[in-house]
């Protein structure tokens, strides 16, 4: 059962995800930095498909958020190239 819960989980996770990186990039068309929306729609995915409060599932979802807010943040603000001579 435990499984069933965690797939749920993570296809929260996805959904919410893929809802943050747009709101993202809307947000920051808009001119607002929304960094926390991308990790925080992807916990409230996964918390609300799981239906199970848990540690493991909490601190798996803070990890996850983390890394997918950095690859959101790289993806939308990448560093301008510097051209060394």
């Given at each position: 059962?435990?499984?069933v819960h965690l797939l749920?989980?993570?296809v929260g996770a996805v959904v919410g995800g893929v809802t943050g990186y747009y709101a993202f990039?809307?947000?920051?068309?808009q001119g607002y930095y929304a960094m926390v929306v991308p990790g925080?729609?992807?916990g409230l995915g996964f918390g609300y498909l799981s239906?199970?409060?848990s540690k493991a599932f909490g601190g798996l979802c803070a990890?996850?958020?983390l890394a997918f807010s950095l690859f959101v943040e790289?993806?939308?603000l990448k560093p301008a190239a510097s051209s060394f001579s």
């Open positions: 059962m435990l499984v749920r989980g993570l990039g809307w947000a920051l068309s925080a729609l992807l239906g199970r409060s990890g996850l958020a790289w993806r939308f």
